[in-house]
């Protein structure tokens, strides 16, 4: 049982396995503070799990049986507590892996034994003053934060109920179509990840399509609030107030590229478009039309269809709900009505019940945290939550499956194998260092350690995944296996403070071999790039399922390349074409696609988010090119062409940039040229 000294203000927790150890610390602190003792971590998770809210500061101990200190931290990290619980660690060694280990976990600070009173109380002291400290100043951001972003939802609703009042509507329709585009926005990301829309961007986009309608201060309000049928000429003049809307919020230079500014521009211009094309004002068709366009239209529609109108009456929600869903009132996507159908009901409680604010307290909470210690919210706690979750999930399949599963961490160079892996592996100890196992290298062999490296370079937080099929020496026995990993990103994006986490499976060999004859098809045998027919079919994958995500094709050939096979040979040339590639490929991301599509000819497809900058992107490529190869001066021309809009086609883009690339060779070689209009459209002859 635990030993609880009352009569005290703030409250410690000491978790130690020794009870000198734990009658000391009380000793020391018993006389400022209630102090509760616990003889090991699962006694101290079972009282924080019923009253951590009347701790101030938790002093634990790392070596214990049962559950060490580090256990202990992670549940705790598993339960929330460490944002609002400090913890101070008490450990007679402070090696650098453990006390690094401990911070990442979310510790506060280390006491070593022997104990001395004096630092002990102080730091006890310091840290719970620095903690209450942190919660003030904390509510008082939150509290700056809930104002400006009430404030600055004002603005918008103010701006957007003057269009509504023009119109003859109520206010209400802002309101109603903010919230259904919350509660849809919401429900398309539990649903797929196939949009680029995080939890972060729901409030923008929510706030921006309170501004789908402000092109109507251009209609005349004859037409707006008209009675009866409009004429073709009227109904022409009232399609107009979506490019009107939009231009007015592109005439913005100064805010122009900030997110909600970009979103109210989509949902302006775009909001009567139609899945099926037949929209206006661009006719855009499926999901060329950008998804918050898409998720306010059927907002709109909907609230349009249960309100009063000069024209018509109120429909009822199940009503409304079943045109909708019937085709009747516009095409819409599927997936989205999907949405809306199991949404339904909160969305039909909107109209019966008081609407709230879409920034909740618990976001203001979060945005305040990261204001006043981004750390606390990004790499370690973060990364670790996820990681210890893939490590369950694995866990659970390995038992099943009986596969190997690995956690490799680049810092410590330290490999992790599950049980089942350390004995298929033949290795005594679950964690070993692939540089000094010689049983392990034997196993997997040194080429399989060191691509672990090169896995980082190839994925990015976007496009963590990597897989390759290789031959491996398990339980004696030669055989295929498939080695599928995943690096866990820290928020900074730092790939040299990762891990890697993955699993070996034993595949078929019937099926690799028919997945190496694929991939051969599809590959230039000199460079192992794509070739024609590989990049082809990668686009097609790419345009058909991300059609939202930004484009730039760039298209380059090396410099004075006949010289290289007229003087060194053909065996040279073929070596500057195999050293272009491996550079090019460690130049590019995964998720860029790098092809040779014909002599020294050369393809990439740069796929980035709209945050990325293009032309410091290309400025690192371009560089990581050009050098030497033995005695020859290898340099490249190229042509970049970007993406303009989210409908435009690759060949669009291959032909400016093939364009760019002819003025990069006339302008004397060895530079890249980005295409412009003043280029024309077509190539120099």
């Known amino acids: 049982m635990p030993n609880v000294q009352k009569g005290r203000r703030e409250r410690i927790l000491v978790v130690d396995d020794s009870e000198m150890n734990r009658s000391i610390l009380a000793d020391m602190l018993s006389e400022k503070f209630d102090v509760t003792e616990a003889e090991d971590g699962e006694a101290a998770l079972e009282i924080l799990s019923q009253q951590a809210h009347v701790f101030s500061l938790v002093l634990l101990d790392i070596v214990m049986p049962r559950k060490d200190g580090f256990e202990v931290l992670t549940e705790m990290n598993r339960m929330g507590l460490i944002e609002e619980l400090p913890v101070i660690m008490v450990s007679a060694e402070t090696a650098s892996a453990q006390t690094e280990r401990a911070y990442e976990l979310g510790a506060t600070d280390f006491i070593k034994r022997p104990f001395d009173a004096s630092i002990v109380y102080r730091r006890v002291l310091n840290t719970i003053f620095l903690y209450a400290k942190q919660r003030k100043l904390m509510s008082v951001i939150e509290q700056q934060i809930d104002e400006k972003e009430q404030n600055s939802s004002m603005m918008v609703d103010i701006l957007s109920h003057i269009v509504e009042f023009r119109n003859g509507e109520s206010g209400l329709h802002i309101l109603h ?325 993955g699993k070996i499976v034993d595949v078929n060999s019937t099926h690799v071999a028919m997945n190496r004859l694929k991939e051969k098809s599809i590959r230039d045998p000199l460079t192992g790039l794509l070739n024609r027919e590989g990049v082809k079919e990668e686009l097609e994958h790419k345009f058909d399922n991300f059609p939202q995500r930004k484009y730039a094709v760039a298209t380059f050939d090396i410099d004075r390349f006949k010289s290289a096979n007229d003087e060194y040979g053909h065996l040279f040339g073929d070596k500057v074409l195999q050293e272009l590639s491996e550079r090019l490929l460690h130049g590019t991301r995964v998720h860029d696609l790098c092809a040779r599509i014909g002599g020294d000819e050369f393809l990439i497809v740069f796929d980035y988010d709209a945050e990325y900058d293009i032309a410091s992107i290309v400025a690192r490529v371009y560089k990581a090119l050009c050098g030497k190869v033995d005695d020859f001066d290898l340099t490249v021309s190229m042509g970049v062409a970007e993406m303009t809009c989210c409908s435009q086609k690759f060949s669009e883009l291959y032909k400016k940039a093939d364009i760019a690339l002819y003025v990069s060779k006339n302008n004397g070689k060895h530079t890249y040229t980005f295409y412009n209009d003043s280029m024309g459209d077509s190539v120099p002859q």
């Open 177 to 501: 179509v903010r919230t259904i585009t919350d509660f849809l926005l919401r429900k398309l990301i539990k649903k797929t990840n196939s949009y680029s829309i995080a939890e972060a961007d729901v409030p923008v986009i929510s706030l921006a399509s309170a501004l789908h309608d402000i092109g109507k201060i251009g209609i005349d309000d004859k037409i707006l609030n008209k009675p009866g049928r409009l004429t073709d000429e009227e109904f022409a003049e009232m399609k107009s107030h979506s490019v009107i809307g939009a231009n007015m919020l592109q005439s913005l230079s100064a805010h122009k590229d900030k997110p909600l500014v970009r979103y109210a521009y989509e949902i302006c211009r775009w909001h009567h478009e139609r899945w099926d094309g037949r929209g206006y004002p661009d006719g855009l068709r499926g999901d060329s039309i950008p998804i918050s366009a898409q998720i306010v239209a059927l907002a709109d529609v909907y609230d349009a269809l249960t309100s009063e109108r000069v024209y018509k009456p109120a429909f009822s929600a199940e009503k409304a709900k079943d045109m909708i869903l019937n085709g009747e009132c516009g095409a819409f996507n599927p997936l989205l009505l999907d949405c809306f159908a199991e949404e339904f009901d909160n969305i039909r409680a909107i109209f019966t019940g008081s609407l709230s604010e879409n920034i909740t307290r618990r976001e203001v909470r979060n945005l305040a945290s990261a204001a006043i210690d981004p750390k606390s919210v990004t790499a370690s706690e973060r990364t670790l939550k996820l990681l210890d979750y893939e490590r369950m999930k694995y866990n659970f399949y390995a038992q099943l499956t009986e596969e190997i599963q690995f956690e490799y961490d680049v810092e410590s160079d330290l490999l992790r194998l599950n049980p089942i892996g350390a004995a298929k592996l033949g290795v005594e100890s679950e964690i070993v260092s692939p540089a000094s196992d010689a049983m392990l290298q034997k196993q997997l062999g040194d080429k399989w350690f060191s691509s672990l490296g090169e896995v980082l370079n190839k994925t990015s937080p976007e496009t963590p995944e990597y897989r390759r099929e290789c031959q491996l020496a398990i339980n004696g026995e030669m055989r295929w296996y498939s080695v599928i990993m995943r690096v866990i990103w820290t928020e900074e994006a730092d790939p040299t403070i990762a891990s890697v986490i």
